[in-house]
């Protein structure tokens, strides 16, 4: 028999393990079982762009989902290598013809449902960035289409 600790100060609950099944007797009084607590979620920060912007460059790769940061990890050397294959690749292709830009996961783009995100490799086709004499140093948004 094993002595547990019971739900409230003072139950006790011996626990009797006989042919195999377990027996729970109650050693002062009935038990009582309580409602389980009612814990507050921890309100979660939401980041603005700017502080967003600001983090350091840490090795860590961010992206803000429903106004939370979220640390996405790094990927690892295959994923990295896979991705500069097509970096060159693309770029080869794109940026002698003049056709967009191509952009690494080290850009952020606002997205239309507020989220910021990082793919591994963008494509703006030079239409998109019509109006555009400079890329932003901020986010590139993702615009509505007409």
């Known amino acids: 028999m094993c002595l547990t600790n019971g739900l409230l100060a003072g139950d006790r609950r011996w626990i ?6 377990i027996e729970f007797k109650n050693r002062n009084h009935p038990m009582t079982a309580l409602s389980p607590p009612v814990i507050a979620p921890t309100p979660v920060k939401l980041w603005t762009d700017a ?15 429903n106004g939370e940061l979220i ?23 794109i940026v002698p013809k003049k056709l967009g830009v191509i952009l690494d996961s080290s850009t952020a783009f606002k997205m239309k449902n507020g989220n910021r995100r990082s793919p591994d490799i963008a494509f703006f086709a030079k239409e998109r960035l019509q109006g555009m004499k400079t890329l932003p140093s901020g986010y590139l948004g993702l615009a509505e289409k007409s």
């Not at 009797?16 to 099944?21: E, F, I, M, R, T």
């Not at 790094?74 to 990295?80: E, I, K």
């Open 51 to 65: 502080e967003f912007m600001a983090l350091p460059d840490d090795g860590h790769h961010y992206e803000i989902v």
């Open 16 to 21: 009797s393990l006989k042919s195999g099944q």
């Open 71 to 93: 640390d996405m990890g790094n990927s690892g050397a295959l994923h990295g290598y896979i991705c500069s294959l097509l970096l060159v690749a693309l770029g080869s292709y």
